[in-house]
């Protein structure tokens, strides 16, 4: 069965300054990755997604993501964060018909 | 569009009571699923299901069971609450299972005392 296992549980960051969330997976013949943000009191969104083809993903609200297969890694970045970033992100692989989703990463924006 | 709606936003239960969580989308998927998500610990599938009339369990399938006689809705029900069911429980829809993102409800936190 396919996981994914995202590297920090929270992650602090000053307004306008970059950051990097981590997601690893596990190793498969082809996969096809998520991430997706759940605001406070809310469901989750779909930021974007890898399925095949390039390996840097683009996404809602400047994100975006770069599939590396070598490291096993699908790491989620920002090159500048607001405060409406405040949120939970989650990682997930399809597995079958169903996604598994990571345990998220909270970030916190430091004003 | 509505999108996933589910019903109701929030509920206590007492401990050995039964309830049916709803879930209906008007986005004709196919793809309907029931996740919980406890704090630091993601989201656990618990039932999906690929169609009208065929369901599966997922991760964590104990203590609840579902149904899916219409495209559109797709109950959990809990027949015998316990607290290690208070949990806040999310229905999602997909228009295939591995390609296809999901879109979510926004939610029921359920509490049993």
């Known amino acids: 069965a396919q996981s994914v296992t995202q590297l920090d549980s929270q992650v602090p960051v000053f307004e306008e300054a970059p950051v990097e969330l981590r997601c690893n997976y596990s190793?498969?013949?082809?996969?096809?990755l998520f991430w997706y943000v759940q605001y406070p009191n809310q469901g989750l969104q779909l930021l974007l997604k890898?399925?095949?083809?390039?390996?840097l993903v683009k996404g809602i609200n400047g994100f975006e993501a770069e599939f590396n297969k070598s490291q096993t890694s699908f790491h989620l970045r920002k090159p500048s964060v607001h405060i409406s970033d405040t949120a939970e992100y989650f990682c997930?692989?399809?597995?079958?018909?169903?996604?598994?989703f990571g345990k998220g990463t909270r970030l916190h924006i430091l004003p | 569009n509505a999108g996933v709606t589910q019903t109701p936003k929030f509920r206590i239960l007492k401990i050995g009571q039964s309830m049916t969580l709803q879930c209906t989308q008007d986005?004709?998927?196919?793809?309907m699923y029931w996740y919980r998500q406890d704090p630091g610990m993601g989201l656990k599938l618990i039932y999906y299901?690929?169609?009208?009339?065929?369901?599966d369990k997922g991760e964590v399938p104990n203590g609840y069971n579902v149904s899916r006689s219409t495209t559109e809705d797709f109950p959990l029900r809990l027949e015998l609450a316990a607290p290690s069911q208070t949990s806040v429980y999310f229905c999602?829809?997909?228009?295939?299972?591995?390609?296809?993102?999901?879109?979510f409800g926004s939610g029921t936190r359920l509490t049993v005392v």
């Open positions: 890898y399925l095949s083809g390039s390996t």
């Open positions: 986005m004709n998927h196919n793809y």
């Open positions: 299901s690929v169609g009208a009339g065929i369901t």
């Open positions: 190793s498969s013949v082809s996969v096809y």
């Open positions: 997930a692989v399809s597995d079958d018909d169903k996604i598994i």
């Open positions: 999602a829809s997909s228009r295939g299972g591995r390609y296809y993102g999901y879109t």
